[in-house]
């Protein structure tokens, strides 16, 4: 949510982020309605006054002047019940469409509805050459063993299952993630896997993103796609101190998706699935640009060691207005390298939010002058999967067809190259 004072005195600024982001809002209807409520309220306002006035006045009165008085105090109460009811739903309304408005992106994110209009800013690595015919990763896991297809009678589509070695390597990537972020000085948490609808308003994924997110039936509850709906919910509320900012967490929990609109796109395999588990990089820091910087430089740092301490070739993209979402100020891409598909696929996201998402979850501290501001927020993956083991299994495949195991993993998985599932 942006600052609705600042939106009054400067809408052309926010005129243009609708149009570079591609938001469907009328602004005009918005500020129109915004002044509809200021109107409600100084009418209000000037009811509840004269309602006051009026009580005073009525036991001073002369008797014959006190009916005129009763009968003026109850045309303002009625008038006052009407006016309350319709500056509700108006304040109801105008709620909902703040919701809406995007964030401005940052002057540097290049322009465009999409994100074929994405610029390519780092690359790292070399894409391998394959001295034998490689196998893609479902070729891979089938020839090992390592998956189980019956798990679709059971759970339906889009959903996977792992055997032998292939299991064992999902759970040491969970495992190294977290002891990586622990070593950089995150706080590390394991977390529910579901949160209230005001987490998902806080976010942001809620209204736009809804149809991506599962309701669990009979509850107030939804199923999280990332862990950073709980992370960005856990000092609502709060005014923190300054000299605890800023608060870095690494949050760990399963995490689920409907895929609404993605029929036909990626399923085969275990690039688009419901289920996955991730480990989630969050900040919440003071509220200017060079504190969000530099969490954001670090968050992005954080990815690209990963990432090569899988020994994956990667690049960063530079992600467009149109296609980093509502309340990007800036964010970049990370992408891994699929030798079955010849292109790189995105594996981590770094957003920096600035105080969009700490207006909508009431993120606030008080400054070094007394003031109570909302916070800056920022996230970015620390690992997800299955979606990195269809690079690592297709990046360090094996003539035999079995697999090596990047140095870094090789101590949590106590051997070198994964082996067939008997």
């Given at each position: 949510m942006v600052d609705l004072k600042r939106l009054r005195q400067d809408p052309e600024t926010f005129r243009k982020a609708?149009?570079?982001?591609?938001?469907d809002l009328d602004l005009d209807a918005l500020l129109a309605l915004d002044r509809e409520v200021q109107s409600l309220k100084a009418r209000l306002q000037e009811v509840q006054t004269e309602r006051n006035r009026i009580a005073k006045e009525v036991p001073k009165a002369p008797p014959e002047a006190r009916p005129a008085l009763v009968a003026r105090g109850k045309a303002l109460a009625e008038e006052a019940k009407a006016l309350e009811e319709a500056l509700r739903e108006k304040e109801a309304r105008l709620q909902e469409l703040l919701l809406e408005v995007p964030l401005p992106p940052w002057p540097g994110a290049p322009v465009g509805p999409d994100d074929s209009a994405n610029v390519e800013i780092k690359r790292v690595g070399t894409p391998r050459e394959f001295?034998?015919?490689?196998l893609d990763h479902v070729s891979l896991m089938e020839k090992n063993g390592w998956w189980e297809p019956r798990v679709s009678k059971v759970s339906g589509s889009r959903t996977y299952a792992l055997r032998g070695d292939l299991a064992l390597y999902e759970l040491a990537l969970i495992r190294f993630a977290m002891d990586f972020m622990a070593k950089k000085g995150f706080t590390l948490l394991t977390l529910p896997s579901y949160a209230r609808e005001a987490a998902f308003i806080g976010t942001g994924h809620f209204p736009a993103a809804k149809d991506q997110v599962w309701p669990i039936a009979g509850t107030d509850f939804y199923l999280t796609g990332t862990a950073e709906v709980?992370?960005?919910?856990?000092?609502?509320?709060?005014?923190?101190?300054?000299?605890?900012?800023?608060k870095r967490y690494a949050g760990y929990a399963p995490a689920f998706r409907?895929?609404?609109?993605?029929?036909?796109?990626?399923?085969?395999?275990?690039?688009?699935?419901?289920?996955?588990?991730?480990v989630e990089q969050y900040v919440l820091t003071e509220a200017t640009l060079e504190a969000s910087d530099r969490a954001f430089g670090e968050l992005l740092q954080n990815a690209e060691e990963?990432?090569?301490l899988l020994e994956l070739p990667y690049r960063l993209l530079e992600v467009s207005t149109g296609d980093m979402g509502p309340g990007k100020w800036r964010q970049v891409d990370l992408e891994v390298w699929v030798p079955s598909e010849g292109r790189y696929r995105e594996t981590h996201s770094c957003s920096a939010?600035?105080?969009?998402?700490?207006?909508?979850?009431d993120l606030r501290y008080r400054d070094e002058e007394g003031r109570v501001r909302h916070a800056y927020t920022l996230n970015n993956t620390a690992l997800a999967?299955?979606?990195?083991l269809v690079m690592l299994l297709?990046?360090?495949q094996l003539p035999d067809g079995r697999v090596r195991v990047p140095e870094a993993l090789v101590p949590y998985m106590g051997k070198e190259v994964l082996e067939p599932c008997e």
């Open positions: 609708i149009a570079l982001k591609g938001v001295p034998f015919p490689p709980v992370l960005n919910a856990l000092h609502s509320g709060e005014i923190l101190k300054k000299e605890e900012l800023p409907s895929e609404a609109g993605s029929f036909g796109k990626d399923v085969r395999g275990l690039m688009r699935v419901h289920q996955f588990h991730k990963i990432v090569s939010l600035l105080d969009w998402q700490a207006r909508r979850a999967t299955p979606r990195i297709e990046n360090h």
